[in-house]
């Protein structure tokens, strides 16, 4: 379907609470482009493909508006939908609206939003992490980071004088079943009887100045039937969160300052995982440091290097990526990135996250390397 069909159905579809609202944004973000991974299976063969899921940033479309009621006071909501461009199928296990689904009310005390929506581990990590969701990226090494989400979530966030202060809280963190939070099985809606089971919080501390700022955050995931957990290294199979006394939580802190026309950003992500079940408890600590420099208005290099740390499981990873993109225009861009990946000798970390299938044999580490391009609408 055209842009032009897309935003018929569009108009069509929202002109009358367009008029209410004043206004109605459609957005999006197109990317793709060819890989190659080496050593992509336990046999040492390479491959070479179109990702499944993204380049530099997640492909998506979606709506956001806003209507005035006066006082300071507005309503806001978004709908984003995530697809793979490479077979138009839709992410986030096939949901409609899988990446954001809310509505709620905005005025100088901050946003109160309720829906499916990000968690603060996302908000945490969104400028310290200088690649963000690229391919070659954090997800690397543990997915659920850049896919920090969860359902029928309640979110407050505000901020005052640089500092942001932000908290959610989820009923159920997956009423879809789905297992759309990676590497945590599915873990349904609230269940009677049992408040805790499925139930996830998080809260957010931030701040940001003229020329640094630094963040911390808290995210904890309760157990629930056919949760499970799951530390992507290859070292052990996931293993079963079934109660609501288990729980999968993750601390961080980063920061990140400018100076001289340089970014720097870094932090710290321990994650502590405690099961009654088979998998018993299981601590990860996961260092990352990264540079963002504009040689040119239009030309960017950055890159970022990675450590991770599977305690229990005896697996470790280091992972060192590098990427430069040219802008073509405001909208549309070019890029290239590499990046290696060094497995210790139980791992079997992957250095792309653009899909899965690329999994390399026990301790052997893998090249990979993209180029593609980028459009937003």
Not at 140 to 146: E, I, R, T
Request: with cysteine; proline share 3%.
């Amino acid at each position: 379907m055209k842009f032009g069909s897309i935003a018929a159905v569009a108009a069509g579809v929202f002109s009358a609470s367009a008029f209410a609202q004043g206004s109605v944004t459609l957005y999006g973000v197109m990317d793709t482009g060819i890989e190659y991974v080496s050593h992509a299976n336990a046999a040492g063969d390479h491959v070479i493909r179109m990702p499944g899921i993204t380049g530099e940033v997640p492909s998506r479309w979606g709506m956001r508006g806003a209507e005035d009621l006066g006082g300071e006071l507005k309503a806001t909501f978004i709908l984003e939908s995530g697809f793979n461009p490479r077979g138009g199928d839709s992410g986030q296990g096939g949901r409609l609206f899988g990446r954001q689904a809310w509505v709620g009310l905005e005025g100088p005390w901050g946003a109160l939003t309720f829906g499916r929506q990000y968690t603060m581990t996302y908000w945490a990590m969104a400028d310290a992490d200088i690649l963000g969701p690229d391919i070659y990226g954090i997800g690397s090494l543990d997915a659920f980071v850049p896919n920090a989400r969860s359902d029928n979530t309640v979110v407050y966030k505000g901020k005052f004088y640089g500092m942001t202060i932000g908290a959610s809280w989820s009923f159920g963190r997956d009423s879809a079943g789905t297992g759309n939070s990676p590497g945590q099985g599915t873990c349904a809606g609230q269940v009677p009887g049992d408040a805790n089971q499925c139930r996830e919080w998080s809260a957010m501390l931030k701040y940001d100045g003229t020329y640094f700022g630094i963040a911390t955050a808290y995210d904890e995931q309760r157990g629930g039937k056919n949760a499970a957990a799951n530390f992507f290294d290859g070292a052990a199979a996931p293993f079963p969160i079934a109660s609501s006394g288990d729980k999968d939580a993750r601390l961080q802190a980063n920061g990140y300052v400018n100076l001289a026309g340089v970014k720097i950003g870094g932090g710290w992500l321990g994650r502590r995982v405690e099961s009654g079940g088979s998998g018993g408890d299981v601590r990860s600590n996961l260092f990352y440091v990264g540079a963002q420099y504009y040689v040119t208005p239009a030309f960017a290099v950055d890159g970022e290097a990675y450590r991770v740390i599977v305690q229990q499981q005896d697996a470790r990873a280091t992972m060192a990526s590098l990427r430069a993109t040219y802008f073509l225009s405001k909208r549309t861009a070019v890029y290239g990135n590499v990046a290696y990946l060094w497995n210790s000798a139980h791992a079997r970390y992957s250095v792309s996250a653009g899909g899965g299938g690329t999994t390399p044999a026990a301790g052997v580490g893998q090249l990979g390397a993209i180029v593609g391009v980028r459009h937003s609408f």
